[in-house]
């Protein structure tokens, strides 16, 4: 079935599913926490010597990663499988705790995180060097007011923000000595907001806002839908607020008073008090969060130790298995950024 250049309708009633909802409303601030058990450990280990005799790339077709994953880690995998399909339909986002990264190497870690995210769903390319794994780290770059900087590059504070895939997942192997923990907010309950405050403003959310893609593809500024509603499913993204910023850069054309307001308005709903979650993240722990129903921030940060003891998350962008659909207008890197030609050569 083709999909329309543009969404076809503006939603004018409520979201009133549990995908809309305020920090009160869960029952602890990670919302859905999930602690691995001895079983789970058990089968990791097992996971681990298979993926010694199985030497795979991290680029190796996603069915080898999901089918290893399955047959070392099945109830594991089951458990994974099953919490990131909930976030479509529930909060919006979970954590499983206590993944082993302090007994694992560097690459036992990388294999094991993309096994699960492969369980999850089919990851796609983060930038031009063709990654499926992005380190989230101090690149030691400076902040976002550097258009060569992205926010995942950065020790600064980042705005409330989307990514691309159906899923982001962080796997955090060490936090940072102070500072950076993460806020979600659901990006249902902003809307609804914006129904009561601000329905006016709709259509501008709708047509989206022009951001500059920062060096990763052509053309150097596009514009992006912040809300969709398709099939009968209200879908946000939410992308940095600085490439909005920095665009007329590269078009020329300034951000309107208009769109200024607008943008203000939808990060002070999410950051108003009460509305996001907050909490740090442990060694171990795997961060699932739906970009298609919350947005996601995070503090800035600081380590004592810089290189391989500083702050480090690593992050996947998953499409979820049957997934919904929306136009292109929403996200045109849903499926991924294209690599540059020797990327993976």
């Not at 986002?93 to 094991?112: F, I, N, Q």
């Not at 030691?140 to 923000?161: C, E, I, P, W, Y």
């Not at 989307?162 to 899923?167: A, I, R, Y």
Request: net charge negative; aromatic share 8%; hydrophobic share 40%.
């Amino acid at each position: 079935m083709a999909i329309p250049d543009m969404p076809q309708a503006i939603l004018t009633q409520p979201v009133t599913d549990g995908t809309a909802w305020v920090a009160a409303d869960l029952p602890r601030p990670e919302g859905v926490l999930h602690e691995l058990t001895p079983q789970h450990l058990g089968e990791i280990s097992a996971f681990v010597s298979a993926l010694g005799k199985a030497a795979l790339s991290l680029h190796a077709d996603r069915a080898v990663w999901r089918d290893l994953a399955r047959e070392t880690m099945p109830e594991l995998s089951a458990l994974t499988h099953a919490t990131a399909h909930r976030t479509e339909t529930h909060i919006g986002t979970a954590v499983l705790r206590g993944l082993p990264v302090d007994d694992l190497s560097p690459e036992e870690t990388r294999g094991l995180y993309r096994a699960l995210g492969a369980v999850m769903g089919t990851a796609v390319i983060q930038n031009a060097e063709g990654e499926y794994i992005a380190d989230v780290r101090d690149y030691g770059k400076g902040g976002l007011d550097n258009n060569a900087v992205r926010g995942h590059q950065t020790t600064s504070a980042l705005r409330f923000h989307s990514d691309d895939g159906d899923l982001a997942l962080l796997l955090c192997v060490r936090p940072a000595e102070n500072g950076g923990a993460s806020l979600i907010s659901s990006a249902m309950t902003i809307y609804n907001e914006l129904l009561t405050r601000a329905p006016e403003l709709l259509g501008l959310y709708y047509n989206g806002f022009v951001y500059e893609n920062r060096g990763e593809e052509e053309p150097p500024a596009y514009r992006n839908a912040v809300f969709g509603y398709y099939d009968g499913q209200l879908t946000c993204r939410y992308f940095l607020r600085d490439y909005v910023d920095s665009a007329w850069t590269r078009t020329s054309v300034p951000v309107s008073d208009l769109e200024r307001y607008a943008l203000d308005l939808f990060e002070a709903l999410a950051a108003q008090p009460g509305a996001a979650t907050e909490y740090a993240l442990r060694a171990g722990d795997l961060q699932l969060v739906n970009n298609n129903v919350v947005v996601h921030s995070r503090r800035a940060f600081t380590d004592a130790s810089t290189g391989d003891r500083g702050r480090l998350l690593l992050r996947q962008w998953v499409n979820l298995d049957g997934g919904r659909v929306f136009p292109t207008t929403l996200c045109r890197h849903r499926y991924g950024m294209r690599p540059s030609r020797d990327a993976n050569s």
